[in-house]
C-alpha cells in the first residue's frame, strides 16, 4: 500500500543539478564574512520565498521571517528563513536558502512544518496536506508572556535569578510524531532503520516558547520550554546549557606560542589578530576568579608584566588566579582558541565562530573545583572551571568542542532536544577531535591531518578515561553504537554517540572482524571492512552540510541526505568519498549499506556516458559499458542526482526538450553477485539546441521541472512528494492518493500547425493502489477539449485495475487536431475509501 504524502516534508526542495565537479573542489573554502542584507534585499527574498510558495499551493497567510545570514562557499550567501503563518512562526518550520552574488536563490534546504495549517491544504514542499492535521483557527493565547514565564520559573529555579532577561514568543508548535513508512510496517522495532520512519505533525498548539537563563543553588539553570498559550501546561522542555562536561606554558601541550597585545608596559591576553568587534576587539582570555557557576562573571581580561605566561600545571586549588600557576587555565584557553580559529579559517576559510569574524572570549577560573565548560549562547563566549574529578577543563579538544557550539549557535542552531541535540552534541565532539589534530601538528596549513586521539576529553581525566570514545560510543556505558527509534528519549551527550561513530568510520574506516571495537555488524556489504576518506575530506564534507544545510530539526536520516549531499557536490556523485558517506552512516543503521567501487572481483565501468547535443524534439540517448563482477548487469539511471523510474537498460534514451538543457546523467551498475556489486560511471551533460531538428515540442514544462509553470487546474498535485518518485528529473504530477472522495485535474492549451504532418503526445504514466477488489473504483481519464472545454475526444481512461510497477509511457496521434488550439486535460476521480494513485511525468508534444 502506498501511504499518503506525509504532513511534515525534511528535504532539499530545490537544488542545482549535482555535476561532477573539478580537481580544485576539494580546496572548497568558505566565504569571507558577508554584508548582512539591506530591508529591501530582506524583502526581495521574501518576495522570491512567497511567490515559490504560492507555486506550492500555500496561502497568503504565509510568510518568512530572516532569523540570520552567514557566509556560505565562495561568491554565495546563507540566509536561514523561519516560516510564519498569520504573523506567527511555525516553529522548527524553516528554509536554509543559498542565494549567489546577484540574489538568486541557488537552493532551499526544507523543514517544513505547515501543511495542516488553514489554508495550507495543498503543496509544502514536498508535503501534500489532506487535512490529517487538524487546522489551528484560534491564535488568541488565554495567558500573558508573563504569565508563561512565571510558569516556567516556577517549575525550574523558584528561588533562582535571571543570568539574562527571560524571554516568551507567541508561535505555533507542530506536536509531531514518527510513523513508518509503507516498507517498515511489518518490521518489529528491533529491525527498524532511521529511513523506516518519517516524522509528521500530528495537530498544532498555540504555546509560548520561554526561555530562561537562570542560577539558582551554585548551578546555572537554563532551559528552553514549550507553554500552552491556552492552559498554561508544559508541552516540552529542554537543557539549553551547551557543555562539555608570547609564549605560554600550557598545562597539556609544553611550551606554546600565544598572540598577546603590548598596552604601555603590560601584556594582555587579547588576540587583536584574530577576530573583530566583540565584547573586547579580539579573542580574549578573561579571569573569572571563582565568580559562583550560578552566576559567573567573565571579569577582566589577564594581564602580566612580561610576556611568559603560566607554570605549566594543574591549578591548585585556593591559589591565585593570577600568578604563574593561575595563569595556565587561561595559556590553555588562549591556544586552545587561537587553533580553533585557525583551523576554521585556515582549512575552511570560516572566520571565527559565526563566520563573520566576530570575536569572542574565554573565562578561565569558575566557581571553585567547578567540573564543567559550557558555552553560552546569550554572550557567545566559553566558561572554564578548574576540575576537581577533572583537572583543568581548558584541554584542546574541549575548547574545540565548546567553540563548535558557537558556530552551530550562529548557524543551523540545532534544536539541544532528541535527535538534534545529539547532531548538536556530536558536531561539537567532531570540531573538537577536528582542531585537535591541526594543533598537534603545529596549527599551520590548509589542510587537517591525522593525529587526534579519537577519545573527547582524555586529558582533562584524573582516571584516564575520556569522556567519549568516538569510535565505540558504548564503552563509556550509555552511549549507544547505532541509532535506534529510542534515541530522542537519551541525554544529548549520549544520543551524540552514533553519530560520532559514523565520523569516526568516515575518517578512518572500520575493521571486519566481529571482535574488533572498530566492526560495524550493519556494513554487510563488499568490503566487510569499509574505506575511510581521511580528516580533511571528512572534516569538509561534515562541515558544509552542518553548516549551509542542517535545520534546527535536524535527525539522523535528514542528517545522512544533507551530508551526502555535501560530499557530491565537494566531489562528485559515485565518488568514492560519496560512497564513503554512504556506508559510514549504514554501519550505525542509518540507511542500507552499499559496496565500494573498485574492489576485488567487483564491477569497473568500461564505456562511460557521453556528453549528448540535439536539438529539441530529437532523441538523446546515454550508453554505459561495465567489466568485471557477475554477469548479468542491472542498470539503474539518474537524471540530476535522482532515480529516473523505469530506466534500468544499459543505454537510456529521452526526447530532449529546451528544460532539459544543461541536465547530467550517469548510471549505477549492479552485478548478479551475492553481495551485489556495483560501480558508478561518470556525468554526461545534455545540451538542447532551439529545435529545427526532427520536430517541435509543444507542451510547456512537460516535466513538471518548473513547477506549475503552464499548467491550470488542480495545479497543487505538481511537486516532489516522499512517496512517489519521477519518470525523470525531480517533480510530477501526482494525481489521487488520497484515500477519499476527491477530484483532480490537469489542464495545457496547446497549439497544432496546420501544416503539421506529425502530432505525437507521450506521457509517463505511474499506478499503484490499495483497492483489493475487481472493480474500476478510481480513474484517470486523458482528454483533448476546444476552448469552450467540449471534449473532442477521449484518448484514454485508466483505473485502478491498471495499477503496475513503475511507469509505463503511454502515446497517442494527435494528428486530426492540426490546425487547432486545443486543451490536453488530466482528470482524476477518487471514490470515498482506500487511494490510488495516478502519477504523470514528461508530457510532450513533438509536431513536424
Known amino acids: 500500500m502506498n501511504l499518503r504524502k506525509p504532513l511534515l516534508a525534511v528535504a532539499v526542495a530545490a537544488t542545482l543539478p549535482v555535476i561532477c565537479p573539478t580537481a580544485n573542489a576539494a580546496a572548497e573554502l568558505m566565504a569571507a564574512p558577508v554584508n548582512q542584507a539591506s530591508p529591501q534585499e530582506s524583502a526581495s527574498l521574501v518576495a522570491k520565498l512567497t511567490s515559490l510558495d504560492s507555486e506550492r499551493g ?19 550567501k546563507i540566509t536561514r528563513v523561519q516560516h510564519t503563518y498569520k504573523g506567527l512562526r511555525v516553529f522548527g518550520s524553516e528554509s536554509v536558502v543559498v542565494t549567489n552574488t546577484a540574489g538568486d536563490i541557488v537552493s532551499e534546504s526544507v523543514s517544513d512544518r505547515r501543511a495542516g495549517l488553514a489554508g495550507n491544504q495543498s503543496v509544502v514542499n514536498g508535503t501534500k ?26 517549575q525550574v529555579a523558584p528561588s533562582g535569578v535571571h543570568r539574562w532577561a527571560p524571554q516568551a514568543e507567541l508561535l505555533i508548535w507542530p506536536v509531531v510524531k514518527s510513523v513508518r513508512v509503507a516498507s517498515a510496517l511489518n518490521k518489529s522495532e528491533a529491525a527498524l532503520n532511521a529511513l523506516d520512519l518519517e516524522d509528521v505533525v500530528d495537530h498544532y498548539e498555540l504555546a509560548y516558547y520561554v526561555q530562561t537563563r537562570m542560577a539558582d543553588k551554585g548551578k546555572v539553570v537554563y532551559h528552553d520550554t514549550i507553554v500552552n498559550a491556552k492552559t498554561g501546561a508544559v508541552i516540552a522542555q529542554w537543557k539549553s546549557l551547551q557543555t562539555v562536561v608570547g609564549t605560554g606554558n600550557s598545562q597539556y601541550n609544553g611550551s606554546v606560542p600565544i598572540n598577546t597585545t603590548l598596552s604601555g608596559s603590560t601584556y594582555q591576553m587579547l588576540d587583536a589578530t584574530r577576530g573583530t568587534g566583540g565584547v573586547y576587539g579580539g579573542m580574549a582570555i578573561t579571569n573569572a576568579n571563582h565568580s559562583s557557576a550560578d552566576s559567573p562573571n567573565a571579569g577582566s581580561i589577564y594581564t602580566n608584566s612580561t610576556n611568559t605566561w603560566g607554570d605549566g600545571k594543574q591549578y591548585i586549588s585556593g591559589g591565585s588566579t593570577t600568578n604563574a600557576n593561575g595563569q595556565t587555565a587561561a595559556v590553555n ?3 586552545g582558541l587561537m587553533n580553533t580559529y585557525d583551523t576554521l579559517k585556515s582549512v575552511l576559510g570560516w572566520q571565527s565562530l559565526d563566520g563573520n569574524n566576530t570575536a569572542t572570549y574565554i573565562a578561565a577560573h569558575v566557581d571553585n573545583n567547578y567540573d564543567n565548560a559550557f558555552f553560552d549562547p546569550s554572550c557567545k563566549c566559553m566558561y572554564i572551571g578548574d576540575g576537581s574529578s577533572f583537572t583543568s577543563l581548558g ?13 552551530t549557535d550562529a548557524t543551523s542552531n540545532l534544536t ?13 565532539d567532531i570540531g573538537g577531535e577536528m582542531v585537535e589534530a591541526y594543533a598537534r601538528n603545529g596549527g599551520t596549513g590548509t589542510v587537517i591531518p591525522a593525529g587526534n586521539d579519537w577519545m573527547m576529553g582524555k586529558e582533562i581525566s584524573k582516571s584516564g578515561q575520556p569522556l567519549r570514545w568516538m569510535w565505540k560510543p558504548s564503552k563509556d556505558g550509555s552511549s549507544p553504537d547505532a541509532w535506534s527509534s529510542t534515541i530522542k528519549n537519551l541525554d544529548v551527550h549520549y544520543s551524540s554517540g552514533p553519530n560520532n561513530r559514523m565520523f569516526y568510520f568516515l575518517s578512518q574506516g572500520s575493521n571486519s572482524s566481529s571482535s574488533s571495537e572498530y566492526y560495524s555488524k550493519y556494513l554487510t556489504k563488499s568490503p566487510a571492512a569499509m574505506s575511510g576518506i581521511g580528516n580533511d575530506k571528512a572534516y569538509r564534507i561534515w562541515f558544509k552540510a552542518a553548516t549551509t544545510k542542517f535545520t534546527a530539526s535536524t535527525n539522523y536520516a535528514d542528517a545522512r541526505t544533507k551530508v551526502l549531499a555535501a560530499a557530491q557536490e565537494l566531489y562528485g556523485v559515485g565518488s568514492k568519498e560519496a560512497t564513503a558517506v554512504q556506508r559510514a552512516y549504514a554501519a550505525i543503521n542509518v540507511g542500507t549499506d552499499i559496496d565500494e567501487a573498485g574492489g576485488t572481483g567487483g564491477v569497473s565501468i568500461s564505456t562511460q556516458p557521453a556528453n549528448v547535443s540535439v536539438a529539441a524534439g530529437a532523441t538523446a540517448s546515454f550508453s554505459v559499458g561495465a567489466t568485471g563482477g557477475t554477469a548479468p548487469y542491472s542498470y539503474k539511471w539518474y537524471r540530476n542526482g535522482a532515480a529516473i523510474s523505469g530506466a534500468t537498460s544499459a543505454t537510456y534514451s529521452l526526447t530532449a526538450q529546451t528544460a532539459d538543457n544543461g541536465a547530467t546523467f550517469y548510471a549505477i551498475v549492479s552485478d548478479a553477485s551475492s553481495p551485489v556489486k556495483t560501480a558508478t560511471s561518470s556525468s554526461a551533460t545534455l545540451t538542447v539546441g532551439g529545435g529545427g531538428g526532427t520536430g517541435t515540442e509543444r507542451v510547456t514544462n512537460g516535466g ?9 487546474g488542480t495545479t497543487g498535485v505538481i511537486g516532489n512528494y516522499s512517496g512517489q518518485t519521477a519518470y525523470e528529473g525531480t517533480k510530477f504530477a501526482w494525481l489521487g492518493g488520497n484515500g477519499k472522495t476527491a477530484t483532480e485535474t490537469l489542464t495545457q492549451s496547446v497549439a497544432i500547425p496546420s501544416a503539421a504532418t506529425s502530432a505525437s503526445l507521450s506521457f509517463a504514466l505511474h499506478i499503484d493502489t490499495a483497492e483489493t477488489d475487481n472493480v474500476a473504483y478510481d480513474k484517470l481519464v486523458v482528454t483533448v477539449k476546444n476552448s469552450s472545454g467540449t471534449v473532442l475526444g477521449t484518448l484514454a481512461t485508466y483505473t485502478n485495475l491498471n495499477a503496475a510497477s513503475g511507469y509505463q509511457v503511454r502515446t497517442f496521434n494527435l494528428l486530426p487536431y492540426k490546425g ?3 486543451t490536453l486535460s488530466f482528470a482524476m476521480t477518487e471514490d470515498s475509501a482506500l487511494q490510488t494513485s495516478f ?8 509536431t513536424q
Not at 513538471?704 to 491550470?712: A, C, D, K, L, N
Request: proline share 3%; no cysteine; charged share 15%.
Open 333 to 335: 584557553a588562549l591556544w
Open 58 to 76: 500555500l496561502s497568503a497567510d504565509n510568510s518568512f521571517r530572516i532569523s540570520s545570514q552567514h557566509p556560505g562557499v565562495v561568491g554565495q
Open 129 to 154: 496536506g489532506d487535512g490529517v492535521a487538524p487546522a489551528l483557527k484560534d491564535l488568541t493565547p488565554s495567558l500573558s508572556s508573563g504569565d508563561a514565564i512565571a510558569l516556567v520559573v516556577k
Open 416 to 428: 539541544y532536544s532528541g535527535e538534534s541535540g545529539g547532531l548538536n552534541e556530536s558536531n561539537s
Open 395 to 407: 584541554s584542546i579538544d574541549v575548547i574545540g568542542h565548546e567553540m563548535s557550539h558557537g558556530v
Open 820 to 822: 487547432q488550439t486545443v
Open 704 to 712: 513538471f521541472e518548473s513547477g506549475t509553470t503552464g499548467w491550470g
Open 839 to 846: 502519477v504523470v511525468d514528461k508530457v510532450s508534444l513533438i
